[in-house]
């Protein structure tokens, strides 16, 4: 990794991606357009042709460690496989409480109490994964984590989002919505 | 601290600081200007004014454990006092090497090989701190980290960054700007 990638997600009636449904989590929801387009490192769509977009940079590790590292590219599967064609994107805004944390607090939270990458970990290579960081840009959400999976992988990927869901970090998030699409 | 705080440096011919002079440590240099304004969270001057301007945000501590925090928050003195007539902005661009190497590596090599937050806690309170992040961003520096103190403390700053510039961190870095002010 060289640069951080800055990513855009451009929610209108272009891209790739079928939008197939958006859902509230926790808090107020995204307007539902019929497509969603990812433009990295290049000028995004104008933006009154988008019903929203959202921006995030694909940046350096904040809490994996070598040993965790090593056991995530052994297994894990880049994004654009051929049979990958259901995705998720799911912007997370984490609260006050959780960025006013010091770094050994979060990473206590992460890792003992919520055991995030060994959750993760358990659906490798099924579930694609890449996490952008937004909260620095101003973004109105702090993480957009990206997501691909097959079909056959539909329910891999239900029970990850549940085992996520049902961490202590969790706790501290405010908002989260979950947008579904295929391709 | 809630949202990240996003400051834009402004050289050009405005601003409550005087640019004594700037000095290339590693790597290019940056233009001389009459002045540096500093911008938080508004619109920055029109760029056809400034000579160049320079973007970070203040946001979540990435190393700083809660121990030390504490620790920092006992000592340190704020921005803006009146004595600290001086001051300097210091951005840094740290290289590939560092931004792939894992949390537990970079947090390693900036506390126990480096001893960064023991370095900077010895010239507290005379010398007053603020940390930009600005990788994200896709600015030319990772960091710009702005300085303030009295004249008086002068000789003190001096220390502060030959002792951090001997660092092992320190190998890590590929472009380093000094920009001495007063007002």
Redesign the interface.
């Known amino acids: 990794?060289?640069?951080?990638l800055?990513v855009t997600f451009s929610a209108g009636s272009h891209g790739s991606w079928r939008v197939d449904g958006v859902t509230s989590v926790i808090g107020p929801s995204l307007a539902l357009s019929a497509r969603l387009q990812i433009c990295e490192d290049e000028s995004p769509p104008a933006t009154d042709e988008a019903v929203w977009q959202l921006r995030g940079?694909v940046?350096?590790?904040?809490?994996?460690?070598?040993s965790?590292?090593s056991m995530l590219q052994a297994s894990q599967a880049g994004l654009g496989r051929r049979a990958a064609t259901r995705a998720a994107l799911i912007p997370i805004k984490k609260n006050?409480a959780w960025?006013?944390?010091?770094?050994?607090?979060r990473?206590a939270v992460f890792h003992e109490a919520s055991r995030h990458i060994e959750i993760g970990a358990r659906y490798l290579p099924a579930v694609a994964r890449r996490l952008h960081?937004s909260?620095?840009?101003?973004e109105p959400f702090d993480f957009l984590t990206w997501f691909e999976y097959a079909p056959e992988a539909a329910n891999e990927f239900e029970e990850l989002v549940a085992a996520l869901r049902a961490t202590a970090e969790w706790q501290y998030v405010e908002r989260e919505v979950d947008i579904r699409l295929s391709r």
Chains 1, 2 share one sequence.
Request: proline content about 3%; hydrophobic content about 30%; glycine content about 4%.
């Open positions: 990794m060289s640069r951080p800055m940079t940046s350096n590790l904040r809490y994996t460690s070598l965790d590292r006050e960025w006013n944390l010091a770094q050994d607090e990473a960081h909260r620095d840009l101003g």
